[in-house]
């Protein structure tokens, strides 16, 4: 199973909006709506974000919203935040009943 | 309070062995699904295996399958991670971690502190 493909950074100034995307394929991405995405800080465990692709947990902003679109799913951050500058990683549930990772992407609030 | 301690990672030589735990408290441990994650040097988030609930079920990621084995002691809220035939490459962060969901593994929304394992010689 490879990686899903996540874009290495993103960035965006305060109070701004950012995507950042997640390509996988028909067995992963495109087949289940599935997708998790995490936040995580450096030297600290990943948080969870989004599920089941646009899924908020309790006590998630609701600047945070996920999507999806063919082979591709999209996390979206508004609102900008200092705090959100992190590492994202998107998760997708795939065919025989495992999961894979996106290489990760490090958001840069200016 | 909801948690999960993971414990037995250390310094250990290339093809040895080691058994990872993952303590549960805090919420009903036998009714939901649980994962191990890990995260090399530098590097990103690696899935490695998902136990069902009642411990039925198990799957692994192709890499891993043969050396690691998953399992769990509802009796102990426990979960556990095989590790044999040791690697420089399996040198990583061990994350374990709750389904988001009762019975279910498509995401996790419980992670422990994770417990290093490095291996080398």
Redesign the interface.
């Known amino acids: 199973?490879s990686?899903l493909t996540q874009p290495a950074s993103v960035s965006g100034s305060p109070g701004q909006s950012i995507t950042i995307s997640c390509t996988g394929t028909s067995s992963d991405v495109g087949n289940?709506n599935?997708v998790?995405w995490?936040q995580?800080h450096p030297g600290k465990?990943?948080?969870?974000m989004i599920?089941?692709g646009s899924k908020r947990?309790s006590g998630v902003s609701n600047r945070f919203s996920g999507s999806k679109s063919g082979n591709t799913a999209s996390l979206t951050i508004s609102g900008l935040q200092t705090d959100d500058e992190s590492d994202y990683?998107c998760?997708s549930?795939a065919r025989?009943?495992?999961?894979?990772?996106?290489?990760?992407t490090k958001l840069t609030v200016l | 309070e909801v948690q999960l301690l993971e414990s037995g990672g250390g310094l250990v030589q290339p093809g040895g062995s080691l058994r990872l735990s993952c303590a549960a408290s805090g919420f009903t441990f036998f009714t939901y699904a649980m994962t191990w994650v890990r995260q090399a040097p530098g590097k990103g988030l690696e899935w490695l295996s998902v136990i069902s609930n009642s411990g039925a079920s198990t799957y692994y990621e192709d890499s891993v399958k043969g050396r690691f084995t998953i399992s769990r002691d509802n009796s102990k809220n426990t979960l556990y991670l095989q590790i044999n035939s040791l690697r420089a490459e399996d040198t990583a962060v061990y994350y374990c971690a709750r389904g988001v969901m009762v019975s279910t593994w498509d995401a996790f929304d419980i992670w422990g502190q994770g417990t290093m394992v490095t291996v080398s010689s």
Not at chain 1, 45 to 48: I, S, W, Y
Not at chain 1, 96 to 104: P, Q
């Open positions: 199973q990686a289940y599935l998790s995490y995580q465990a990943p948080k969870l599920y089941e947990p990683y998760c549930y025989g009943s495992k999961l894979v990772f996106g290489g990760g």
